[in-house]
């Protein structure tokens, strides 16, 4: 039982949830202002083992910690009361601005090089010379990365600035999404990628690359396990689907 629940709680904190949580006392107090990593880390060994505390600071909520965790080369967010007595998972909402605290701490703290992600390989919607570019990690058999696929088509007929380089990221669930993926790349082709979303045949790939399984690598360091999963212009992973509206204002979001 002691298993399962470590196992939740580590999954729940490297994948916030849209949910929240809250300390039986929240109060200040006069001895409750220093509390460091280390001594975090002391405090949740026993609790979540094999845990690296890699910041602490003040919640954005009066009476937290918000602690800053590492675990299997993942990043995540928890939060510790002020009397150091109460472990909280979960994500803070601001009610009234409707945003989700925990998450966009979370995409700040897992930012991604983006210099580091070669762009040859990928498949071009809007102008390569625009200003800003968004990368996709997709998978031709992924619904939900069909459905992204429209939402991107509108931005790039609204918005000259932006262009979206595809990186094809076949999962193991889609067995004939590896081969799809190569005749797309080997094309460097959007109709093919189109097609292959609207469930049309795909002819054979015309070249040999090894790109499809460099990506399948470069998504694993990065953290990447799913499709889509959007990274900005400064680096934020995002993951899964956003409307057309979402991804000019996550491109525009200073």
Known sequence: MIKIVLSFILTFLLVPAYSYSFSEKGQECSKCHKFTSA????????????????????????????????????????????????????????????????????????????????????????????????????????????????????????????????????????????????AIVCEKSLDLLENAFEKKALPKAKCETTAIDENIKLAEKLGISGTPAIIMPDGRLISGYRDAKTLKELVDKK
């Open 39 to 182: 001594e975090a880390s002391t405090l949740l060994k026993d609790l979540v083992p094999n845990l690296k505390v890699l910041n602490v600071k003040m919640a954005p909520v009066k009476g937290l910690w918000e602690i800053v965790i590492e675990s299997n080369n993942k990043k995540g967010i928890a939060y510790v009361d002020f009397s150091k007595k109460y472990f909280v998972s979960g994500s803070l909402i601001a009610i009234k601005e409707k945003k989700n605290l925990t998450q966009e701490r979370f995409e700040d703290i897992n930012r991604v090089d983006v210099s580091q992600i070669p762009l040859a390989d990928a498949i071009v919607a809007g102008s390569r010379t625009a200003k800003h570019k968004v990368i996709v990690f997709t998978d031709p058999d992924c619904s939900f990365c069909k459905k992204l696929h429209a939402e991107i088509k509108k931005v790039v007929s609204e918005r000259k600035d932006i262009a979206f380089y595809m990186k094809m990221f076949p999962l193991k669930i889609h067995p004939e999404a590896y081969e799809k993926s190569k």
